[in-house]
């Protein structure tokens, strides 16, 4: 950030008087701008005994498969998010149900938040950041192409969860490692089926 969004002034990284971390504050009119995690929302999509996964039109992981997810925006509950994004990716009606994995992504800013969900109809389709949507079983996955960390994890405790008959509450941080990305697990806030 170089101008402030309130006046246009130059701003400068310092950490302001009653605060610890440095911030972007203007030179001008002393406005602090904070900068938080963003917030990524999505659903595992059930359908009797496949799930649903979108093949990414967009960077970053073009052309690689992910579950219906993306950033929250202003104004929605959570829940809001992760039905409205699996309606833009995959033009499918879903709903909501339990919330499922909460990953910290510190390295790139992201709090990542899925939940499970129930789709209503086979009536569905790739939407504008979509190149494909489809449903899979477990052994259909395609595992080596999975865009994401947090998918390839969440999906990893999904089927282990499903054969032992009792969903959890995941939650972790991922972060970058030697090998790429690893998870380092939090404890689970309880039983959630």
Same mark, same amino acid.
């Given at each position: ?11 400068t ?18 406005t ?19 799930i ?7 960077e970053p ?15 929605e ?28 992504i ?11 969900a ?5 009536? %569905? /389709?790739? *939407?504008?950041?979509?190149?494909? $949507? !489809?449903l899979? #079983? +477990?052994?259909?996955?395609p ?11 969440t999906?990893a ?11 959890? %509450? /995941?939650? *972790?941080?991922?972060?970058?490692? $030697? !090998?790429?990305? #690893? +998870? ?10």
């Amino acid at each position: 950030m170089k101008f402030c969004s309130n006046c246009g002034a130059p701003v400068t990284l310092k950490v302001p008087a009653g605060d610890t971390l440095p911030r972007h504050v203007c030179d001008a009119c002393d406005t602090i701008h904070y900068q938080n995690p963003k917030m990524v929302v999505g659903c595992i999509v059930e359908w009797e005994d496949r799930i649903l996964l979108c093949r990414r039109a967009i960077e970053p992981r073009y052309g690689l498969w992910t579950v219906p997810a993306g950033f929250m925006e202003n104004g929605e509950t959570i829940c809001q998010g992760a039905v409205r994004e699996t309606l833009e990716e995959a033009n499918a009606r879903v709903e909501i149900g339990p919330l499922y994995a909460l990953y910290n992504i510190p390295h790139i800013n992201q709090v990542y938040i899925l939940f499970r969900a129930q789709l209503l109809d086979l009536d %569905f /389709h790739a *939407g504008a950041e979509t190149l494909e $949507a !489809q449903l899979f #079983t +477990e052994r259909e996955i395609p595992w080596e192409q999975l865009a994401f960390a947090t998918v390839r994890n969440t999906l990893a405790h999904y089927y282990n969860d499903r054969r032992q008959g009792e969903y959890r %509450f /995941h939650m *972790g941080t991922v972060e970058p490692s $030697a !090998q790429g990305l #690893t +998870e380092k697990r939090g404890a689970p806030s309880g039983s959630l089926r």
